[in-house]
């Protein structure tokens, strides 16, 4: 039976011994201590003690200006020649050890209550056949000598590997440091007979799998020696983070390699390690890569400072230790450093956090003590367990299968990871309250992180899923189109998931990069004006006689509701009212009566704003005329009529048109040469956040000049957001609105946001090539004279979206010369002139087609 179970795991071994060996090899040059003795070493600081380490010494304990410390013969020697007072002294724990063994050597029960391995395993073996769904034992490798370091396994469904909190308790790694080990067994018979009637017992039992290796080191057991049986200090071999990191099994004690293949094997939340010869629980760091005995603490130290006091708490003789005040807890490095000690390496290489335990001043005391021993740390030994469960926890799977993974888990960037099972995919993470970064990568697959808030006394869940990367890829690499003026034209680009995982993409509205004439601050409107040879043409709507007069009865009036006349959209709103400031802007909202210019956008000045002469007003006085006149249809015009600067230079007229489309067209008509660069001309949102400023005090403006603006995005992709299958692709429409663009080559950027962790915004360029198409002519044109009125009907051009109507007087000539009839285009194929008979004759009327 117990043959079978080691053919069992030295195939366990095999495997874990590959994945050690992957991690490099290091030898690992520690001293043989078999012919070792125990001395005491008078200091004079403590700044001794890495004197006594570098001479070979291992020291074992410190008090005051004395260190016990086992030394070879040899560096005795040395150390008394370099003026070290010290003297050997009796090792006392050695010398009991054998005292036992002597009296009681082939008896029955050789240490009275203390139990050698041999009948470890035969107590293991009683209580896997009583409680064979709650106990099980196994060996994880043999020592030296050939002795199997006996491990056992606790919790219900013992012998399934539940998703649950694995902790262990190690016992006895020094030979002659013996309580640990009894209380291991006392424990585990505790949790057995207390399992379904103690609550708390019942829950370690039921949420946990608790493991216990009571003897690690049978052979320094048996020969009464803290060492292994080749005289290896088996605490200060494991690889270690200052001075031996590279985490490898090679070349290290076998007892060791077992723990660390074991160890590694199973995924260790909490643990500790019991010793003797002091009183005190010890946390990490034992060795502070300073090489100085201070306190360097990890960057947990409030978690490992608050779990060794709940440990030492219900151990009243280790709390109240004066020797270690207050609470009976030390730093490592801060009582004495050492290197290679397994509590460091569970932190460091396997997200374990582990206590020293030294719970006997005496290391092995007469086994009549052993009873008081583990009334002392019964109550430590179960609420330092139960302390596991507190932080975060969870479960990291494959966002697609929904497989486990075993993922590496990182808290505020803390280099020491916490790793998720491969079995299962739960892991635990002890922390203190509060709120934490944490951080899931799994090779291959993309990362994430997480915000974790933990509350006292409690636990979070946070259940991951990773998925497999997308890599994206966009074709052609720049986007290309020729685009007629002011109209709409399209492009189709594809793009490309060459990853593993589904590729989630979205873009958004594509903007131009270059910054100079018609720019817009967010990319929400652009404007140009009529001094560029393709920019709009400066027509007139005389107004004068058919709008509504304003009156403005003093200075910094904002007047108003009027009706727009249609539903004007701005800004994602519909308006269909506005007021007028008589500081020359309007508002579809604000009442405010701003007259000190500024830069717009911005949320200081008046929100809803189109200002087309910004500046400080005075529209009451006599001889100025505000009018505004809607069709009711599509066109509203609000002009301002000779109208003063507060200061009284100048004399400006000019007016909004806007138009249902969305278009917005200032014009200027007479602005004269005075106080011409005191004004702003732009527009703004509802929140001041988004508009533009096409002067904001500079000289700009002259007369018979208009301002277009366009509302639209240049660069719209349709849609906005999709999926692409790994290792696919697919085709999509980007489309381009040249409308206050100038002609020639315009470039611009299509910003594509995806889950593809190497790229995360991807930029491409869109190059529009902006040309001048000529109308197509309109043909078949009659005109009809209806009295005074002429009809004009044409035929529908295919290519127009409406038509432009001039009238010239007195003689045929072309009409750019003539008076425009239609402020915007009218999409009619016909149209009616109504003519006073004063404006009787001869007049010729032309029609001309706009694209
Ligand atoms: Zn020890």
């Not at 006292?456 to 189109?481: K, M």
């Not at 001889?623 to 066109?635: C, M």
């Not at 910003?751 to 090539?769: G, K, R, Y």
Request: proline residues 6%; aromatic residues 12%; glycine residues 8%.
């Amino acid at each position: 039976m117990y043959f079978e179970k080691l053919t069992h795991w030295a195939l366990f071994l095999a495997l874990a011994f590959v994945v050690s060996t992957a991690f490099g090899q290091q030898p690992v040059a520690r001293k043989n201590m078999l012919n070792s003795g125990l001395a005491e070493v008078q200091m004079t600081s403590k700044l001794d003690l890495q004197t006594i380490d570098r001479m070979g010494g291992n020291i074992d304990w410190v008090q005051g200006n004395v260190a016990r410390v086992y030394l070879l013969p040899e560096d005795f020697e040395q150390l008394r020649a370099s003026g070290f007072s010290l003297q050997w002294i009796p090792d006392e724990g050695k010398l009991s050890l054998q005292d036992l063994w002597e009296k009681t050597r082939h008896t029955r029960d050789p240490l009275d209550a203390y139990h050698t391995n041999d009948e470890i395993r035969t107590q293991f073996a009683l209580w896997q056949a009583a409680y064979p769904t709650l106990f099980k034992y196994d060996s994880i490798g043999m020592s030296v000598l050939g002795r199997p370091l006996l491990v056992a396994k606790l919790s219900d469904y013992v012998t399934t590997d539940e998703p649950e909190i694995e902790v262990k308790y190690v016992a006895n790694m020094h030979g002659d440091e013996t309580v640990g080990k009894e209380n291991c067994l006392r424990f585990i018979d505790t949790l057995l007979t207390g399992y379904g009637i103690d609550p708390e017992l019942t829950e370690l039992m039921t949420d946990y799998e608790m493991w216990f290796l009571p003897l690690m080191n049978p052979d320094g057991n048996y020969s009464s020696s803290r060492y292994n049986a080749n005289g290896y200090d088996l605490n200060r071999t494991f690889p270690d983070r200052c001075d031996d990191s590279v985490n490898t099994t090679t070349g290290r004690p076998i007892e060791v390699a077992n723990v660390m293949n074991w160890t590694a094997s199973r995924n260790f939340v909490l643990s500790a390690n019991f010793h003797g010869g002091a009183l005190v629980a010890n946390y990490p760091w034992d060795n502070n890569c300073t090489g100085g005995d201070v306190y360097a603490p990890t960057q947990e130290d409030c978690l490992f400072v608050y779990i060794a006091r709940r440990y030492s708490y219900y151990n009243t003789p280790m709390w109240n230790n004066s020797a270690f005040p207050p609470c009976g807890i030390t730093h490592g490095a801060d009582w004495y450093e050492l290197s290679g000690g397994m509590q460091d390496w569970d932190y460091v290489w396997m997200g374990d956090r582990e206590l020293t335990l030294e719970i006997s001043n005496t290391k092995n005391p007469a086994a009549s003590q052993l009873e008081q021993f583990w009334r002392d740390n019964r109550q430590s030994m179960r609420y330092y367990l139960l302390e596991a469960k507190y932080g975060v926890r969870g479960t990291v799977t494959d966002v697609v299968s929904g497989l486990p993974l075993r993922a590496s888990i990182s808290v505020n960037s803390i280099p020491y990871l916490t790793f998720s099972s491969a079995l299962h995919g739960e892991y635990y993470r002890m922390l203190r309250p509060g709120t934490y970064s944490i951080s899931f990568s799994v090779p291959g697959y993309g990362s994430q992180t997480h915000s974790v808030t933990v509350a006292p006394n409690s636990y979070t869940t946070l259940n991951v899923q990773l998925g497999l990367p997308p890599d994206i890829a966009v074709s052609p690499d720049t986007i290309r189109t020729t685009v007629g003026r002011c109209s709409n034209g399209s492009a189709s680009y594809t793009i490309i998931n060459n990853g593993a995982g589904p590729l989630t993409w979205s873009a958004v509205e594509g903007y131009t990069n270059y910054s100079g004439y018609g720019s817009a601050v967010g990319g929400d409107w652009r404007f140009i004006d009529s001094d560029q040879s393709d920019g709009p043409v400066y027509a007139w709507k005389d107004i004068s006689s058919a709008g509504t007069l304003v009156s403005f009865s003093s200075d910094d009036q904002t007047l108003g509701p009027y009706s727009v006349g249609f539903s004007f959209p701005y800004f994602g709103q519909a308006h269909t009212t506005f007021r007028i400031c008589g500081n020359g802007w309007i508002s579809f909202t604000s009442t405010s009566t701003a007259y000190e210019n500024g830069m717009l956008p911005s949320s200081g000045a008046p929100l809803n704003m189109l200002a087309a002469w910004w500046d400080d007003l005075s529209p009451q006085r006599s001889g100025t005329q505000v009018r505004y006149w809607s069709n009711n249809s599509d066109t509203l015009v609000v002009t301002f009529s000779n109208v003063q600067s507060y200061s009284g230079s100048g004399l400006y007229t000019f007016q909004f048109i806007l138009l249902s489309s969305g278009k917005i067209v200032y014009q200027y008509n007479s602005m004269g040469t005075l106080r011409l660069n005191s004004s702003t001309i732009g527009l703004q949102n509802a929140a001041g956040t988004k508009g533009m400023a096409v002067i904001n005090n500079q000289t700009y403006i002259h007369d018979a000049m208009a301002i277009e603006f366009c509302p639209h995005s240049m660069i719209t992709p349709a849609p906005l957001a999709g999926t692409v299958a790994p290792m696919s692709s697919q085709s999509y429409a980007v489309s381009v609105n040249t409308c206050c663009v100038p002609l020639g080559t315009i470039a611009g950027i299509l910003a594509i946001s995806s889950n593809d962790p190497d790229s995360p915004t991807l930029h491409v360029p869109v190059v529009i090539t902006v040309v001048d198409a000529p109308p197509d002519p309109v043909t078949d044109l009659t005109i009809y004279s209806e009295g005074t009125n002429a009809l004009l009907k044409w035929n529908p051009v295919p290519t127009a979206s409406g038509y432009l109507v001039y009238r010239m007087s007195g003689a045929e000539q072309d009409y750019s010369t003539g008076e425009l009839l239609t402020l915007v285009p009218i999409t009619a194929t016909s149209y009616t002139d109504t003519v006073t008979a004063a404006a009787a004759g001869v007049r010729f009327y032309q029609v001309v087609s706009v694209r």
